[in-house]
């Protein structure tokens, strides 16, 4: 399976933003489906993720202004950024995993600023 991520873009503080990550195939069979982000210089960090239960777990950094939602039917995961702040500006990356699988998608750049 390939993973398409779109949607990052420029915003201002304050402002939202909604990720989108299209698979090729289905997503019903990985365990969990997750968002990671990574700033220039720094190493990729966990933002998001959901498991096949519908349960999610956030970075302490998004929680209570991220949200992350799949459309099984649609083969997609969302992940739906509120309040966006400036240290919130990284390329996006979407993630796909199990036990004998790690799909990685190229990554979408989110800038927040003024």
């Known amino acids: 399976v390939q993973l398409q991520a779109s949607g990052g873009g420029l915003v201002q503080p304050g402002g939202s933003l909604r990720l989108s990550c299209a698979a090729s195939g289905s997503i019903f069979g990985f365990s969990q489906m997750g968002w990671y982000r990574q700033a220039p210089g720094k190493q990729r960090e966990f933002v998001a993720r959901?498991?096949?239960?519908?349960?999610?777990n956030y970075a302490d950094s998004v929680k209570g202004r991220f949200t992350i939602s799949r459309d099984n039917a649609k083969n997609t995961v969302y992940l739906q950024m509120d309040s966006l702040k400036p240290e919130d500006t990284s390329v996006y990356y979407c993630n796909a995993w199990s036990l004998s699988i790690d799909v990685w998608g190229q990554g979408t750049q989110v800038t927040v600023s003024s």
């Open positions: 959901i498991i096949r239960s519908g349960s999610t």
